[in-house]
């Protein structure tokens, strides 16, 4: 069973950093295409933030463009967000997610591309 575990969210002032990280177990990353997704308050629609796929290609929303790095470190299962320069409008919660093989187009930055999913990690920002 493949399960995916965010940490690393929490308070911080604008202007700001934090690292998020998605440990996966019952599978092994390398395989999979991945993604972070937010989900702001009061919306109910999942933002695509970044992404990484299964050939090494990533791809981040031009709304955090230069600000947030997508990588992910293989041997140990696990995929991170680096966010930098965090603004009030980053607050959100943040999932991790994840499908096996080569996704449709990383540019899309799709929720519908993807099965697996984490329970989120809440990132607040203040300004």
């Known amino acids: 069973q493949v399960q995916l575990v965010e940490s690393g969210g929490g308070s911080v002032q604008a202007g700001g950093s934090l690292r998020l990280s998605c440990t996966v177990s019952?599978?092994?990353?390398?395989?999979?295409?991945m993604g972070w997704f937010r989900r702001q308050e009061p919306k109910d629609e999942r933002e695509g933030v970044a992404?990484?796929?299964?050939?090494?290609?990533?791809n981040v929303a031009d709304s955090v463009k230069g600000r947030f790095r997508i990588s992910r470190d293989n041997s140990k299962n696990t995929l991170y967000l680096q966010m930098t320069s965090l603004k009030p409008e980053d607050t959100a919660m943040y999932y991790c997610?994840?499908?096996?093989?080569?996704?449709?187009?990383?540019?899309?930055?799709?929720?519908?591309?993807?099965?697996?999913w984490g329970q989120g990690t809440q990132v607040t920002v203040s300004s």
């Open positions: 992404a990484y796929g299964t050939y090494g290609d990533t």
């Open positions: 997610a994840a499908v096996i093989g080569p996704i449709s187009s990383i540019d899309n930055l799709a929720p519908s591309e993807y099965n697996y």
């Open positions: 019952g599978a092994t990353i390398h395989t999979y295409s």
